[in-house]
């Protein structure tokens, strides 16, 4: 780190205990990407998806649940990018192992009106989230080992063009998550020279 730099270790993305295109390196990955992100312009709490692009990944791009509201959100996606995101999940912190695995969450994702299979995913090995302060995560920026688990889906790049999404999970006991999103997919927009 340079001698007059303001960036501190914490801003450095920690290195992950899976490979990053793994379904577990995805999940601690869209947990590190909501832990970036402060209070302001947390994309779970996002009410439009004017956030929506705030430090996304160049590989894929994340989309947030809720924290228990309905929300209908639209955003621009580059083309070319897989779609990820829970439709139910929780993460627990500080962790020393694996998550604990819920019986009774459900959900489903619609896409285009085509309805998607989810994937269960847990993150058996805590991994490091240094958010931003007040983060909606961890709430700090101090290193903290996290573990998450959840009903997540990889959406294959979608077409350009204009398309819906809906996500609705529930924990079984009356919290639920309920999201729309209209997606515009374009082209990433050309270098001038």
């Known amino acids: 780190m340079p001698f007059l730099s303001r ?17 577990e390196g995805l ?7 909501v832990a ?9 709490e996002d009410e439009t998806g004017e956030h929506a692009g705030l430090n996304q990944p160049d590989d894929v791009w994340f989309l947030a649940g809720t924290s228990g509201r309905r ?3 639209q955003c621009v996606v580059p083309v070319g990018r897989d779609l990820f995101l829970p439709v139910f999940n929780f993460w627990e912190w500080p962790a020393a192992g694996p998550p604990n695995v ?6 489903s994702l619609v896409v285009d009106g085509v309805a ?6 847990s ?30 889906k990889r959406v294959p790049a979608l077409p350009a063009g204009e398309h819906h999404l809906r996500a609705v999970g ?13 997606l515009l997919v374009t082209p990433a927009p050309q270098p001038l020279w």
């Open 7 to 23: 960036k501190t270790p914490a801003d450095e993305a920690p290195v992950l205990p899976y490979h990053l295109e793994s379904p």
């Open 27 to 33: 999940a601690a990955r869209w947990v590190q990407w």
């Open 36 to 44: 970036a992100a402060g209070p302001v312009k947390n994309p779970v």
């Open 71 to 73: 929300m209908e959100r």
């Open 102 to 107: 819920l019986e009774g969450p459900s959900g």
């Open 116 to 121: 998607m299979d989810l994937d269960e995913i």
């Open 123 to 152: 993150t058996p090995v805590p991994f490091t989230v240094a958010g931003a302060r007040l983060n909606g995560v961890t709430g700090r920026r101090k290193p903290v080992p996290v573990t998450v688990w959840g009903l997540w």
């Open 170 to 182: 529930t924990d079984g006991y009356g919290f639920t998550v309920d999201v729309s999103y209209r």
